[in-house]
């Protein structure tokens, strides 16, 4: 086919099969990622992702070139999941603000949509690295600039940006070491070429099956359901601030948090110089309150009957579920939003003050929508928004800055022991700037390891690891390889811990049961007799353990 223009109709084609090749090549590109982990990768997001503006496009029966425009954009801006999408939502939605002033494009118009594309997309990464996605699509704009004038037609101009974004891919393990050393390319400038190739493809004329389906979103859930009544071994859930009316030297506050731990579990105890917060599950809140009083005075009180709770629950369920959706929460000042993934995380979230809960992180990584639908559900002036992980840190600040009528502020967790600390460390009294700038604070002190077992044959940070190996994943590598969880996990730990180092907090996964997990605190207690060591039920799929040693 040679022509030198395509109007709305064919570019709708065009990007249509760009999105069929990208889902078509899903899971290869999956496997291009250097981590070999089980998670929702690279091919699934830059899909979920541009899945979501397909399923616009293709409701549009006779598009011009600005509608056309808006779906490009809206859809994949609302649909991003992950870095690479987001990414690649920001490509697009630069993309479309070239076109959208058009009727008909041509090689010209093609070259100045490339070139506000990666604009836009640099623009929404505040530290961007080369040998990725960006630096692909870079490449593909610098080469349609060049090619724009002196191409015969669309179809000489189109093989000549493909050929070399294919290039500039072939040249990222030179850019990225971890590349190199995992013998792969990168996986999102592998799916931005297979758009591009697919793109292409529908230019051309090719057969190509065009059924979409709206890709699923994440369940978000706005309570999370108690435990059953006859499993709840403490039945009163207390919470209070001590107001310090003397020293509270750090064996002091061993002292006291194993004393509410002989009474209670779930414990959280934060403390600086003037207060200290504490939460506990126990069923003497009595005696709890009575030995924070030989510290200070106490606010904030607060003794929830679980047992009591979970009897009305299931006396009213009917109604109280009715209700949720119906019935708006009250307006506040300030509410929270956290991603969650697994029962026991959940409850630690819901505990410590969360009003909303998206159901995502590793397994499933969020979309902006999701993120958008969370904050209409919490009527508040500001929300505080914990994403928990780093590849959902995007789509956060993609849906804190496509909201208007509400004060987003998204803390950058990478994980969710970093936005548990960050939630223990809000203060009522304090100023949104204030609880901003100690939240952030708070985080830099988590170190996060993750438990989990290699996918893939791969080799990262010069260790060699096989399918099926575990493998043990801190905050900026893999920090211990083997064939046994628990001696991984204690090598793990090993590697995070510091001379500065004094809490370390076990959160155990879906697949380990809590006997096992004793069986690991008493080894890390053995190992480090001097720490406080706290075991969590998390619940969490995929990673056996989640640690955080602070």
Known sequence: MNTNTVDAKMLGRMFLAGAKNLEAKKEWINELNVFPVPDGDTGTNMTLTILSAASEVNALSEPSMKTLAKAIASGSLRGARGNSGVILSQLLRGFAKVIEQYEEVDAPIFAKAFEKGVETAYKAVMKPKEGTILTVAKGAAAKADELAEEAEDLNTFFEGVIAYAQEVLSQTPEMLPVLKEAGVVDSGGQGLLEVLKGAYDGYLGKEINMDFEAPKGTVAVSKQAPAEESNIKFGYCTEFIIMLEKPFPIEEEHAFKEYLMSIGDSLVVVADDEIVKVHV??????????????????????????????????????????????????????????????????????????????????????????????IAKVNAKNIFVFPNNKNIILAANQARDLTEDKNIIVIPTKTIPQGITALINYVPEKTIEENTEEMLESITTVKTGQITYAVRNTKIDEKEIHEGDIMGIGDHGILAVGQDVEKTTLETVEAMVDEDSEIISIYFGAEVSEEEAEVLKEALEEKYPDFDIDVNQGGQPIYYYVISVE
């Open 281 to 374: 599950h126990t069923n003497e809140p009595g005696n709890a309150i009575q030995k924070a009083l030989t510290y200070g005075q106490l606010s904030n009180m607060k003794i929830d009957n679980m047992r009591l709770e979970h009897h009305e629950k299931v006396i009213k369920e009917a109604e109280k579920m009715a209700a949720m959706q119906k019935e708006q929460m009250p307006e506040k000042e300030v509410g929270f939003i956290s991603v969650s993934v697994g029962d026991g995380m959940s409850a630690i979230f819901k505990d410590l003050g969360a009003d909303y809960l998206i159901e995502g992180g590793q397994t499933m990584n969020p979309s902006t929508e999701d993120v958008l639908e969370a």
